[in-house]
């Protein structure tokens, strides 16, 4: 039944690996994104695709790179984790497009990341 | 450019008192305005949305909300507030039909006195 999925829920690692987090969503939607909340709670987004496509891109550092291997799924794989990486991630969908009255967002469980 | 202001990062109330969290916009466009909640170690969920018509506008749990375009505001309110309340809560402006940006304010985290 869940809509927005998100694995691991916890990953904590060394600095310098490499990690992966995975993203499903069963609701159908064509869009899906990438959060990051800092310690503070602030949420920066940070990749959006549309149909597998990238669409928004804002200014990470290229260590991320998220991968859509189709439209139920967006996962974010992080290069050579720094100290700075640690925080807490989220997975989002919505239907988005020229025809959506309005672009509402589900929201994953989040998937707390602690670089050592 | 649109950007959210949330006044306040800490509110405090008394068990059944009223709860008001503030929230300003900007945009450049008709906006459509979005109030999350964050319960502890949990992901977002959405209390309520302005997109078009009747300006105030009521959520989940017993929150409402009212759109006023010349104050650029969109302030959260709940009569009587409950333990269950105690959350972080955030404000979000897209930029209307078909836009895929979802900007937050910094959040206003909750807490309920008993």
């Known amino acids: 039944d869940t809509a927005v999925s998100q694995t691991p829920k916890y990953l904590v690692t060394q600095m310098g690996n490499d990690k992966s987090i995975k993203c499903e969503q069963n609701l159908g939607h064509d869009t899906m994104y990438w959060y990051k909340q800092d310690s503070k709670k602030f949420l920066k987004i940070m990749f959006s695709?549309?149909?597998?496509?990238?669409?928004i891109n804002e200014t990470v550092p290229n260590r991320f790179s998220p991968k859509s291997p189709d439209k139920a799924h967006l996962n974010l794989h992080i290069n050579s984790l720094e100290l700075g990486d640690s925080a807490v991630y989220f997975c989002a969908s919505s239907q988005g497009g020229s025809a959506t009255l309005y672009n509402e967002q589900f929201f994953g469980p989040g998937t707390r990341l602690t670089v050592l | 450019a649109q950007s959210v202001t949330q006044l306040g990062s800490h509110v405090s109330v008394s068990e059944g008192a009223l709860v008001l969290l503030r929230c300003n916009y900007s945009?450049?466009?008709?906006?459509?305005l979005f109030w999350y909640v964050q319960y502890p170690n949990q992901g977002l969920q959405l209390l309520l949305k302005y997109t078009t018509g009747a300006t105030l506008v009521k959520g989940i749990n017993g929150f409402e909300a009212e759109f006023k375009k010349s104050e650029t505001s969109f302030h959260l309110t709940k009569p009587s507030a409950h333990m269950s309340d105690a959350a972080e809560y955030f404000c979000?402006?897209?930029?209307?039909?078909?836009?895929?940006?979802?900007?937050f304010g910094k959040g206003t985290k909750l807490s309920v006195i008993p």
């Open positions: 945009s450049s466009v008709p906006p459509y």
């Open positions: 695709y549309n149909n597998k496509e990238l669409i």
């Open positions: 979000a402006v897209s930029s209307g039909a078909g836009s895929y940006q979802l900007t």
